[in-house]
């Protein structure tokens, strides 16, 4: 365990940081600890291979009710989450392949999935750019569902650095990503915009974002099935949360898949120049501000 924990350290050292301040994080002589190195008392365990910047006196008491159901669910998740096939009539493991294919991946990359689960979709991920050398990394609320997501890893062979941890607050340095991925989840987060605005500060320039959930579409909430579809699971209810993308973003685009069940926005962070001549004085919103309500007004969502 200790040899693997140093594996894993040394695979990811030069992007961890202390997601408290940002410090850079070393690992303790027992490689049972990352230590933070800014002169501070943070310190972070290691559990079974599993890096947890969750402290339990941090978790407010919704994160608390999420984390216990996926906790509980997570070694049969895989095959319960494929009720949604037969009660949607879809294939999500495909259509979350082709959803995937509409990301520009360059011959290596460095991709994180944040709230990945049981790691899904780094394997739909490989499966859609199969000619591209990716390197993964993914991150979690629910260290049930690492471990899941770790086995399935070690099955195939994929070396997968996993880490426990919040989404608006990731143990990275900033700039880290050419691709960000998240596949369910932002639904249910408390505080959204800032979860965004982290996912953001960990893109490179030009890096794209890919965010999907449950939401229908214009067209389907207003017929018969997607009504009945809402009676059921209201997350089926909400609208994508366009309204909280951070001013760094440009080319956004949104759509349904799943036979209108689930929506999908990609988007791309500004270039260095692009953000250089961001304006800063409170009206940089602006700009997406004008966007989300121009798709807003074409979509009438």
Known sequence: M??????????????????KCLSPLELNDSAEYLICMGGTSHS?????????????????????????????????????????????????????????????????????DVSTGTGAVILMMREAHPNASLEFVGTDLSIGMLRVAQRKFERLGLEVPLFHSHVKELPFESGSFDVITHFGGINTFKDIASALKEWVRLLKPNGFLLIADEGLSPTARKTQR????????????????????????????????????????????????????????????????????????????
């Open 226 to 301: 997607g009504l009945k579809i809402v009676e059921v699971n209201k997350l089926f209810g909400l609208h994508p949360p366009l309204e909280y993308l951070p001013p760094q973003l440009k080319n956004v685009k949104l759509w349904w898949f799943a036979k209108d069940t689930f929506y999908a926005i990609f988007c791309q962070k500004l270039s260095e120049e692009e953000l250089r001549e961001l304006k800063t004085n409170g009206t940089e919103h602006m700009r997406i501000r004008e966007l989300v309500e121009e798709m807003l007004h074409k979509l009438k969502v």
């Open 44 to 112: 972070f365990p290691i559990i079974d291979g599993i890096p947890s910047f969750v402290k339990r006196e941090e978790i407010s008491p919704e994160d608390a009710r999420w984390i216990f159901e996926y906790d509980e669910k997570a070694e049969k998740y895989d095959e319960a989450v494929k009720i949604y096939d037969v009660w949607l009539g879809v294939d999500l493991w495909n259509e979350g392949v082709n959803v995937l294919k509409n990301i520009p991946i360059e011959p290596y990359q460095r991709i994180l």
């Open 2 to 19: 200790i040899e693997r924990n140093r594996n894993l350290f040394f695979k990811v050292k030069e992007l961890l940081r202390c997601p």
